[in-house]
């Protein structure tokens, strides 16, 4: 959630100014005046207004939407977007309003990945209608918002060519260029990762997001002292985002792994004999370079070894020792409270578990251990 596109209204309000006015559309425009100030309740109360006189204004379903989305009433702006979608299923501002709000809006700390593969999808279709009015800046706001659902959902790759996309039409879009870093900081390009970053914070110099994103820069290539003067940084321009991570002394932190240990089932605590338990601070790039494309340097933990069901195969890789590794600064800057970080010490536990009993990401997401 790096980025936040409120709606303009310009296709709305041109689409209005083209037919007669009636008071259904001078609410409408109401609705887009207050929230384009920041009254979002007016906005809300206008569209409302305008649509008890005209229940198919599109301007005034939009506009509901949207402040809805701005209260924090997630439920009911993912209706009110499926309602004007279904009413209006080409109309380009309000498919990139929809498909923003699902990427990026109504989404909590964790993903929510039926909502982006939602969102992902609307980008997809709103970017071939716009390419076929020849709308290139429409089309390269969607080409962000796929890219950002791609990032969210593990394809780093296929993200970084969106961003790129987006900035051989737009080369001075800020969210597009943070989205960039992001994106190559995940591929383990840090020297890119970095240049693009400080891009970014010479045009905006107190982009938190930028300066949190140069602090794990840092942290990897090993200037732990520079990591921190930059997560400070972040801190101070966006607390409610970068709040102070919880953190554990090794033996404290050592102690939880043991608990959530002992709570496992006595079959899986069987199983899990001769796999070793490890915890570290960051992952090495030798773990993460293990995939195509690498891992996310800000995974939770790993696995490594061959699952369960291939212990008893023929493949020799098969009978080496597996270990599930912790990596305590992620889980530490993972949590908002020591409660927090508990619970995810053992959801990242299970989580792994599971990849040792053979499932997939898939598998586990189906199962709530995603």
Known sequence: MRFDKRPTGRYLRS?????????????????ADAFEAGDVERALTRAEEALRLE??????????????????????????????????????????????????????REPDRELLERGLALARRGLQRARKVRAPEVAAELQLVEGVAL??????????????????????????????????????????????????????????????????????????????????????????????????????????????????????RRYLANVAIAVEDIPADEDLEGSDPPLSPSILGLFRGAPLPHKASMDPWSHFPSSIVLYQRNLERFARERKELIEQIGITLIHEVGH?????EDQLWERGLE
């Open 151 to 268: 990032s969210q959902l593990g394809d780093a790759r296929a993200a970084l060519a969106r961003f790129e996309a987006v900035l051989r039409e737009l080369p001075d879009d800020v969210d597009a260029m943070l989205e960039r870093g992001y994106a190559l900081f995940e591929l383990l390009k840090l020297d890119e990762a970095r240049a693009q970053l400080e891009a970014v914070l010479r045009r905006a110099p107190d982009e938190a997001w930028a300066w949190h994103a140069l602090g794990l820069v840092a942290e990897r290539q090993g200037d732990r002292r520079e990591a921190e003067r930059r997560f400070a940084r972040a801190r101070k321009l966006s607390p409610e985002d970068f709040p102070r991570p919880v953190e554990l002394p090794p033996q404290a932190f050592d102690a939880v792994v043991e608990e959530a240990l002992a709570a496992l089932p006595e079959p899986i």
């Open 15 to 31: 689409m209005a100014a083209e037919e007669p006015r009636s008071e259904a559309d001078r609410l409408a425009d109401e609705a």
């Open 356 to 360: 040792f009993l053979g499932l997939d």
């Open 55 to 108: 229940p198919r204004s599109l301007a005034a379903a939009h506009y509901r939407a949207a402040a809805l989305a701005d209260l924090g009433r997630l439920e009911d702006a993912a209706e009110a977007y499926r309602r004007a979608l279904e009413a209006a299923p080409d109309d380009l501002d309000l498919v990139v309003g929809a498909a923003d709000f699902f990427v990026n809006r109504a989404q909590g």
